[in-house]
C-alpha cells in the first residue's frame, strides 16, 4: 500500500525521536480529528501489518518505533526517550521551537559529547539534559567537562548553546564553566523561573533569550 503523506511523516518522527507512545503520535498527527486516539490506532495497526514500523506491548499506552530503531521492547531506554519527546512536545507548545536533535553527537568517538538534546528556541542554543536518575557530583561534573572540551574545541560556532539540566534534583554546580548552565524541573519551569528573574543583558558572547 503506498504511503501517505502523514504516514512518512509519521515514521520519520519515530526515527528521529527512537519510540513514540500511541498518545503522543495522536497529539502530534491527528489532533484535529473527531477521536484523535482512534485514528492514531488505526493508521499505526496498518503500519504495523505492512512491516512499516514496530511496536512494543510492553507499556500501556502502547510504544512505537520506527524500522530501522533497534531497541529491546522492554528496554529501560525507552522511558529515557519518552521523556525527550515529553521535553519536545512541552517546547513546541510554548512556540518558536527552530530546531530539536534528539541525541546528536559531538567530537571524537573517545571525547564524544552527547547531549539528550540540542535546540534552538526563541533564537537561542541550548544543549539540554534530561535527567531522570540522580547523578552523583563526580559524575555530574564528569557530564559538565565533557561540554567544557566541546567548548574547547571550536567545534561548535559561537555563542556555544546554554546547558540546561532538567531534574527533579538540584545539583551543586559552580558558575566557573565558560558557557551558562542552567537548572529546573521541566522547560516550562526554566522559562517561568527567567520572567521572575531581573530583565536579562546580553552577555558576553552576545546570546540573550528572549522571554515572552
Not at 509519521?10 to 477521536?35: H, N, P, W
Not at 574547547?152 to 545539583?171: A, C, M, N, T, W
Not at 564553566?177 to 546580553?202: N, W
Request: proline letters at 5%; glycine letters at 4%; charged letters at 30%.
Amino acid at each position: 500500500m503506498t504511503l501517505t503523506k502523514r504516514d512518512k511523516a509519521i515514521i520519520k518522527t519515530l526515527d528521529k525521536f527512537r519510540v513514540m507512545d500511541r498518545d503522543s503520535i495522536a497529539e502530534l498527527f491527528f489532533a484535529g480529528l473527531k477521536s484523535p486516539k482512534d485514528a492514531a490506532n488505526n493508521v499505526l495497526l496498518r503500519l504495523l501489518r505492512d512491516g512499516e514500523i514496530q511496536r512494543s506491548t510492553a507499556f500501556i499506552p502502547y510504544c512505537y518505533f520506527g524500522p530501522n530503531v533497534q531497541i529491546k521492547a522492554q528496554s529501560q531506554k525507552i522511558g529515557h526517550f519518552l521523556a525527550i519527546l515529553n521535553v519536545y512536545k512541552e517546547m513546541l507548545k510554548l512556540g518558536d521551537l527552530e530546531s530539536f536533535l534528539t541525541e546528536p553527537k559531538y567530537g571524537r568517538k573517545s571525547e564524544c559529547c552527547e547531549p539528550d538534546i540540542y535546540a534552538c528556541f526563541r533564537k537561542t542554543p541550548f544543549f539540554i539534559e534530561v535527567q531522570k536518575t540522580v547523578y552523583s557530583t563526580k559524575q555530574m561534573d564528569e557530564k559538565l567537562d565533557r561540554y567544557v572540551q566541546l567548548y574547547e574545541s571550536g567545534l561548535i560556532d559561537k555563542p556555544f548553546p546554554h546547558v540546561l539540566i532538567l531534574s527533579d534534583q538540584r545539583y551543586a554546580i559552580d558558575d566557573n564553566y565558560p558557557f551558562k548552565v542552567f537548572q529546573s524541573e521541566s522547560f516550562t519551569g526554566f522559562l517561568a523561573s527567567l520572567k521572575s528573574a531581573p530583565v536579562s543583558k546580553p552577555s558576553e558572547r552576545g546570546v540573550r533569550i528572549v522571554v515572552k
